[in-house]
């Protein structure tokens, strides 16, 4: 009787003045006559009355009705993740009525008292990833050198901050560390009040020998893995996020995986629209959706546990990315019964670790590739989470959480795991011909297989998958499909080019008595380079092979030196222009052209191919030879046709033939020759494309000869 009266009087009455306005007790009967649950929830009041449309601080500012009230907060799922139900009671001073204002956050409670509590002290097991068979598998089986992460947990403030986010976000870290190998700097942690001394966490609340209710509290242990070395890096703000993405941006490139966990309270604006808390504010889907995407590592998985989180898939999801929620955008995400965990965390972890705290053996391993891969880890959580599968029942209701999972592509998170991911990569040559050309997956999983793709210009060889030979030109693609029990994956496109490809670099102006080099492109089959001055009827096969170089040579002779062989004087003013293409010949497949490059030549000067400069020889760019038929089948006739043949003839000249095969190789000499034609017999040649010199009056002539069965 003696601690009721001292209760009693430690209220304190609307006005002494009015004797008709309720007291304290009074109201609070109003709402145990309200709500019969009252006694299962958690219940705050305030030892003074509000004042008419008093501002009432907390995550969401709100104001008190426009009358004095005694004013009460009701937290309906006492220690849960925000945002979840909960109500602000007031009760009018002078006409006892009871208004009820719903919500989903609470307000500050450091000026408020407790009236009825539920009991907290959270005292399951903890995970401990630092046992001799964790750090012998991180050691012998995980390499992570290519593997970020980034622990969120805002908690809110310090009376929200409940200590399983802690024990979260350490199990998270302990087991990226001791299990899966990563490298200490490559793990950014970002929580509550960063490296503060400030009480920050919620431990544990109690009634003591007087009936009264009590937090306990401490500031956050910096170190998260129990090795003495400080873990957390920021507080948990927009502006710590940000900087941390920028970071990572300049960072990681697409060899490398990102990790992204986040734990505590979550809200939802509207529809798809939600947010995270953060310490002191929060932080909306899209703007933590620009924050990563500044980012562009190859691949990003994402596990969230707070409430709401599933509002972030559609936001965060893209190309190279897995996430995983542990609800819907419209459900509230829950502990474990125990309190020490968050529920769904709480089975990922454990999934990714092969146990769970009481040392209890996880096989998420589904198809005993010997690694659990993100989507299984999703499947094992999902399948074990207790408030997905039977729900939590409270007050009468039985609630439910749904964890999401999304990939980018149906079987994406079949081939990701937190570490030592593969970079799986199409390899191939960029150019495929009439022969074959190999394909082959780098770094392919166990148990996986191959399915193959290719563009309509290539065809795959039915006996060796992943094989292709060209049936066609152009541009084109091959595509590699991996295959498990749990999924699929298809591998981007390897854009190749299929037949011979003709095109190449070299100067458009040569200098007098210079040289200039021109190298084609990567082929297949064969080169022929062809020369025209400008005002000529058609060009001059000069060369096959690669590269060309060719030389200006003055037109009164052979030596090419900066003065005027005749005069002794520098060259006249002027220049002369011609025209260089090629042609890639691959037999069996096709012929390309390239266009025509411009060249412009100082002076009045031949361009002449160097591998054919001789002593005594001069190219004519205006003298040619003409073979019939071409293509032959066993017997052609070459005639030489130049503007000289009718004085040559008259003087009785002697000339030469040669005939040489694609790779330089002498097929056939002739000497002496007179007359301006000879027979060419080509019966039991091997088909293909011949080289025809002609050197006649110390002039080269070039040409091609086809030879066919």
Not at 73 to 85: I, K, L, M, S, T
Not at 567 to 579: E, L, M
Not at 613 to 628: D, L, N, R, T
Request: with cysteine; aromatic share 12%.
């Amino acid at each position: 009787m003696k601690y009721f009266f001292l209760f009693f009087l430690s209220f304190v009455v609307c006005s002494s003045i009015h004797a008709q306005e309720i007291s304290i007790e009074e109201a609070y009967k109003k709402l145990v006559a309200k709500d019969n649950n009252i006694t299962q929830k958690n219940v705050y009041y305030s030892p003074k009355t509000l004042n008419p449309k008093e501002q009432i601080t907390g995550f969401k500012p709100i104001k008190s009705p426009d009358y004095k009230a005694w004013y009460f907060f009701v937290d309906e799922y006492p220690y849960q993740n925000w945002e979840h139900a909960c109500y602000y009671a007031f009760v009018n001073c002078k006409t006892g009525e009871l208004e009820i204002v719903k919500a989903k956050f609470p307000p500050k409670l450091e000026n408020m008292k407790v009236k009825v509590i539920q009991p907290m002290s959270p005292k399951g097991k903890l995970f401990d990833f630092k046992k001799e068979e964790f750090k012998l598998k991180s050691t012998t089986t995980y390499d992570a050198s290519n593997d970020y992460a980034v622990i969120i947990s805002g908690g809110g403030d310090n009376e929200n901050n409940w200590v399983r986010y802690w024990n979260d976000c350490s199990a998270m870290y302990s087991a990226l560390v001791n299990v899966y190998n990563y490298s200490p700097s490559h793990i950014y942690v970002i929580m509550s009040d960063g490296t503060s001394s400030g009480n920050d966490r919620v431990l544990s609340a109690y009634q003591d020998l007087y009936g009264y209710w009590h937090y306990t509290r401490d500031s956050s242990p910096l170190d998260l893995d129990g090795n003495g070395t400080n873990d957390i890096n920021y507080s948990a703000t927009k502006s710590n996020i940000s900087t941390v993405f920028n970071t990572l941006s300049g960072i990681l490139n697409s060899d490398d995986h990102l990790f992204v966990f986040t734990t505590d309270h979550g809200g939802q604006e509207s529809g798809d629209d939600v947010y995270m808390y953060l310490w002191g504010e929060t932080i909306r889907d899209d703007q933590f959706a620009d924050e990563l995407d500044k980012v562009h590592a190859g691949k990003i998985t994402v596990t969230m546990g707070q409430c709401n989180s599933g509002g972030f898939v559609n936001d965060l999801s893209g190309d190279g990315r897995i996430i995983s929620t542990a609800c819907t955008v419209n459900e509230f995400s829950w502990s474990l019964a125990n309190g020490t965990y968050d529920e769904y965390l709480y089975h990922w972890i454990s999934a990714i670790a092969g146990e769970t705290p009481e040392s209890t053996d996880v096989d998420a391993d589904d198809n005993n590739d010997g690694w659990v891969s993100m989507r299984e880890a999703f499947e094992y959580a999902n399948a074990n989470d207790n408030a997905h599968i039977n729900g939590i029942y409270w007050q009468g209701v039985t609630y439910f959480e749904t964890p999401q999972y999304n990939s980018s592509s149906a079987g994406l998170g079949c081939f990701v795991r937190l570490s030592d991911n593969w970079n799986w990569s199409l390899t191939g040559p960029s150019l495929i011909c009439s022969s074959s050309a190999t394909f082959t997956v780098n770094n392919l999983p166990t148990g996986t297989t191959v399915s193959w793709d290719e563009s309509a210009n290539l065809t795959e060889d039915p006996q060796n998958p992943g094989t292709f030979t060209a049936n066609g030109l152009g541009a084109g693609w091959v595509e590699a499909t991996l295959t498990t029990g749990c999924g699929e994956i298809t591998l981007p496109r390897k854009t190749i080019w299929a037949g011979p490809k003709a095109s190449f670099t070299g100067p458009t102006f040569i200098a007098y008595g210079g040289t200039g080099t021109y190298i084609a492109e990567q082929s297949c089959g064969y080169y022929e380079w062809y020369l025209q001055k400008e005002g000529a009827s058609g060009g001059i096969l000069v060369q096959t092979g690669n590269p060309l170089t060719l030389r200006s040579v003055p037109r009164y002779g052979k030596v090419a030196n900066i003065e005027d062989p005749v005069t002794r004087k520098p060259p006249p003013v002027g220049s002369t222009v011609y025209y260089l293409w090629i042609n890639a010949i691959a037999p069996g497949v096709g012929a390309a052209s390239s266009t025509h490059l411009k060249i412009t030549a100082n002076g009045d000067v031949d361009l002449v191919p160097e591998d054919i400069m001789m002593a005594g020889m001069e190219v004519s760019q205006k003298s040619g030879i003409e073979i019939f038929p071409n293509p032959a089948t066993g017997e052609a006739t070459l005639t030489i046709q130049t503007p000289e043949v009718s004085e040559m003839v008259e003087a009785n000249t002697e000339w030469e033939l040669e005939i040489y095969t694609q790779s330089q190789l002498l097929k056939e000499k002739k000497t002496n020759l007179k007359g301006n034609s000879t027979k060419l017999q080509t019966a039991g040649w091997k088909e293909g494309i011949y080289i025809v010199r002609v050197n006649f009056n110390n002039k080269i002539l070039t040409g091609k000869l086809v030879v066919k069965k």
